[in-house]
Nanobody, 115 residues
């Protein structure tokens, strides 16, 4: 099983980035996909989640700015991040979890929001 994140980088405040996570080795369509992030010195936190049927939830801190989506044909989940703030700086991780609570993690991608 592999989850490979991409799309991170350095962006100025107010800018946008789109993260992608490509999955392999799992039946992607049955997994709930979640983006987490972890900033230095802080605990990992949920950013956005999309269920196998497309239901979504967001952390309050990103509502209205971030959008999670999935493409079951390409086995990919994306996170469109707009109006980025310095406090969005973190390593972003992709997670896949099935109904038996078996889950898998990607290696993470760094997002830095700074002028």
């Amino acid at each position: 099983v592999q989850l490979v994140e991409s799309g991170g980088g350095l962006v100025q405040p107010g800018g946008s980035l789109e993260l992608s996570c490509a999955a392999s080795g799992i039946i992607f369509s049955i997994y709930t996909m979640t983006w987490y992030r972890q900033a230095p010195g802080k605990q990992r936190e949920l950013v956005a989640r999309i269920s196998s049927v497309g239901n979504t939830i967001y952390a309050d801190s990103v509502k209205g700015r971030f959008t999670i989506s999935r493409d079951n044909k390409k086995d990919m989940v994306s996170l469109q991040m707009n109006s980025l703030k310095p406090e969005d700086t973190a390593v972003y991780y992709c997670n896949a979890q099935n109904v038996r609570a078996v889950d898998y993690w990607g290696q993470g991608t760094q997002v830095t929001v700074s002028s």
